[in-house]
């Protein structure tokens, strides 16, 4: 069974920066495809970006919508990924989610049913 247990949410003013962590334990962080999804109020849970862990590199992926403002990174010796958010928009406002994936080879890695383990989520608010 793996925990994960998101921080670093809050509010910014748009055009800012914020970066969220997400700390794993319980299973073997390094094998895991790592991701955050966000969930607004009134819409539906959005993929945001993902990390897949290989041999010699990592393979990131993202949403359109954060794509060139987000980066995605993991520090397996931390048993962390982040993920970190640059000009912040109001439309960004949402709960983050953390997420973990033993494989992606039936959903792919954008689909929220790919991953078996989830984080409580953590707020972060984009004021205007």
């Known amino acids: 069974q793996v925990q994960l247990v998101e921080s670093g949410g809050g509010l910014v003013q748009a055009g800012g920066s914020l970066r969220l962590s997400c700390a794993a334990s319980g299973g073997t962080f390094s094998s895991y495809v790592m991701g955050w999804f966000r969930h607004a109020a009134g819409k539906r849970r959005e993929f945001v970006a993902c990390?897949?862990?290989?041999?010699?590199?990592?393979?990131?992926y993202y949403g359109n919508s954060v794509k060139g403002r987000f980066t995605i990174s993991r520090d397996n010796a931390k048993n962390t990924v982040y993920l970190q958010m640059n000009s912040l928009r109001p439309e960004d406002t949402a709960v983050y989610y953390c997420?973990?994936?033993?494989?992606?080879?039936?959903?792919?890695?954008?689909?929220?049913?790919?991953?078996?383990?989830w984080g409580q989520g953590t707020q972060v608010t984009v004021s205007s």
């Open positions: 990390v897949i862990a290989d041999t010699a590199d990592d393979f990131r």
């Open positions: 997420a973990a994936a033993s494989s992606y080879l039936r959903y792919g890695v954008r689909a929220s049913e790919t991953y078996d383990y």
